[in-house]
């Protein structure tokens, strides 16, 4: 399963999404969204977005227990 992450330097929502995938160990691209003026255009005003084998699966601030679902045995594994 490919794992990315877009989040913003100073975003305190990307540091709480980053701390979760931590937790549950899971193996995510962390991405700066203002890296690449695209990136940003598409990704910037939702920051943190993960992106599960391309498709956004989660934005904004994360539910734990939504993740844990969404990610099934790759969560904590």
Do not use: K, N, Q
């Amino acid at each position: 399963m490919g794992l990315v992450l877009y989040t913003r330097r100073g975003c305190h929502l990307c540091e709480e999404a980053e701390d979760l995938l931590a937790t549950w160990r899971c193996r995510v691209d962390v991405i700066d969204v203002d890296a690449d003026a695209a990136t940003a255009a598409a990704y910037g005003d939702r920051v943190p977005v993960l992106l599960r084998d391309g498709s956004v699966v989660m934005e904004g601030r994360f539910d734990e227990p939504r993740l844990v679902r969404l990610l099934g045995d790759e969560a904590g594994g």
